[in-house]
């Protein structure tokens, strides 16, 4: 594992740390790059703002410092209006992972995060040369070369920005923006999950950045099933104590869940929220809250158990589980659990959840 002695807190005395010549992070990843023919970035399921700008701006930081060729894939469907509008607009070439062939001499590198976590539908077999992240969930890290989990930065882009800053890499714009984009969307909730690195990073990348295209990617437009799952999802959404949950049974796009939460968060009666949703055989849940040190990862890693995978961020968390059967009863049945143990693990009473919408005014309101 790269990660070692010239990191702070580490167990070389100061004498000794002082006389050795300290190197970077960026320096010891591109090191172990030198032999390979090619690099292939990988990521998560649903590839994200943030794993998508980190592979763009790895990749440029391998081609421009060792003139190799690479690769950027997609694990999965992207749905999301704005990082199909991301793509788009910044020219990503993205590679289906499940279709690949794989070179005996490449480097693979994993961005976003980490092996065999349950986020990957392909690459879990794959040998990973380095490993660059920021989440909390920890994966198995055996035999990785370099390793980079910086666990208190808000983006996986913005260890990349600092990369290309250290090998004075000069993105193009569209590098920029991407990376600035994958920032912005991990920072932007509160409270604020960011630190100084993210800020850096912001510094870095603001003025190299097409702020024109910045814009179009945040307001893309969006296809009339988001509004119905919205609504939908309104209409499903229980208030229990502090905590709102959104039951969605048909999540057309899995990036929804995500966005469910983050507008239900907001409101000023809890400090939790949850959606879950249904899509394809899984169940997808992303979970939100407005605590301080709220561990929503460890929170979500253990209500889920061995129903299915989940981790994340203190205030951010996200998980999935397989369904074993698509029937209503099935459906319900998984649900009634995880509303049980959602309440347990915040020790919340055992209550009948209260609708944020009443029914009647839903009911009043078709009669119009
Ligand atoms: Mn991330």
Same mark, same amino acid.
């Given at each position: 594992m790269a990660r070692s002695a010239d990191e702070p807190g580490g167990s070389r005395s100061s004498a000794t740390r002082t006389r050795r010549k300290v190197r970077k992070h960026s320096d010891r990843f591109l090191d172990e790059l030198q032999d390979a023919s090619r690099v292939t970035f990988v990521s998560h399921i649903h590839p994200d703002p943030d794993a998508l700008g980190s592979m763009m701006g790895l990749a440029y930081l391998v081609e421009s410092c060792l003139c190799k060729p690479t690769r950027i894939t997609r694990d999965g469907p992207i749905g999301r209006a704005e990082n199909r509008t991301m793509i788009e607009l910044l020219g990503l070439e993205l590679e289906?992972? %499940?279709?690949l062939t794989w070179d005996p001499d490449e480097a693979i590198v994993m961005v976003d995060s980490q092996p065999k976590?349950?986020?990957?539908? /392909?690459?879990? !077999?794959l040998p990973i040369t380095a490993v660059i992240d920021h989440h909390e969930?920890?994966?198995? #890290? &055996? /035999?990785?070369k370099f390793v980079d989990v910086r666990r *208190? +930065? /808000? +983006?996986?882009c913005s260890l990349v920005a600092k990369y290309l800053k250290e090998q004075k890499a000069n993105p193009p714009k569209e590098v920029a923006t991407a990376l600035l984009y994958g920032v912005e969307t991990e920072t932007a909730g509160y409270p604020r999950e960011a630190s100084a690195v993210d800020d850096e990073a912001m510094m870095y990348l603001y003025p190299r950045a097409d702020k024109n295209a910045l814009a179009q990617i945040r307001n893309a437009r969006l296809p009339i099933c988001h509004f119905e799952t919205l609504l939908f999802a309104l209409q499903n959404t229980f208030i229990y104590d502090r905590l709102i949950i959104s039951w969605v *049974? !048909? #999540? *057309?796009?899995?990036?929804l869940a995500a966005e469910v939460c983050d507008f239900l968060?907001?409101? %000023?009666?809890? !400090?939790w929220a949850v959606c879950a949703g249904v899509h394809g055989d899984k169940l997808l849940l992303s979970v939100r809250s407005? #605590? &301080? &040190? +709220? +561990?929503a990862g460890d929170l979500l890693r253990n209500v889920v158990g061995r129903l299915g995978r989940a981790g994340g961020h203190d205030r951010r968390a996200g998980g999935c589980l397989k369904l074993p059967s698509t029937s209503a009863n099935a459906i319900e049945e998984i649900q009634s659990e995880l509303r049980k143990r959602l309440l347990k693990a915040l020790k919340i009473d055992e209550c009948r959840g209260q609708r944020l919408v009443p029914l009647r005014e839903l009911l009043l309101n078709l009669n119009k």
């Open positions: 289906p992972v %499940e279709s976590t349950g986020r990957h539908s /392909g690459t879990d !077999d969930t920890p994966g198995q #890290l &055996k /035999g990785v *208190n +930065a /808000g +983006a996986t *049974n !048909d #999540l *057309n796009q899995p990036d968060i907001r409101f %000023e009666d809890v !400090d407005s #605590l &301080k &040190k +709220a +561990a």
